[in-house]
């Protein structure tokens, strides 16, 4: 019952965000910005200003899909953001730019994300289903499906331990991405606040996915290490 509402919070508060974080770019993609640079034009500053001639920018389809891959020094920007020259063009691309520069400066909580990543991804899917499994085949199976689903649990907390070092890795991107927009007079400081609103707005579905991964994994834990409570 606890857990039924505490998933609805969650929810709740995962939509909120994300729903704010398209309020807020959609928003602020319709203030030009006075530098007239578009997203790409933006990326590509920052990106040689730092010496990262080599990091390509592309353009990919869909809203808010701006990646940058650091396998393949790419920079991948969607296409409100690449031919755009908005306050929140800006503020993605110097984001995204963010990620490549903490990529060249072998920034720590970007290696071990990418270090955990694949276990995280396994464990986000398979694990989480390892767990109820376990635990009803514990029925039958006895200790053997408490293993199961311990399995699936030590999974899981890769996941969540993923979704936790995203945090300081995509604040850390928009602190580089804020000192670069204004060192290279990207955005005036009369911009410089309404930028930032749109990379506050994408940090929070960050910080709202995180909550939900920890609680999930506390119930998950309640139930295999304190069975009597459920
Ligand atoms: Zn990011």
Redesign the pocket.
Known sequence: MTYLVLSFAIMGLMLLATRNVRSTFSRYAKVPVRSRLTGAQVARQVLDSHGLHHVRIERIEGELT???DPREKVLRLSEPVYDHASLAAAGVAA??A??ALQDKHGYLPLQYRQGIYPLANFGSSFGVLLIPLGLMAGVILGPMGFWIALMGFILYLCAVLFSVITLP??FN??SRAMAALSHGGIVSSHEYRDTEKVLNA?AMT?VAATIGAVVTLLYYGSLLFGGAEE
Request: proline share 0%; glycine share 8%.
């Open positions: 701006d990646h940058y984001h995204e963010g990620h890795v995509e991107a928009s994408a960050y």
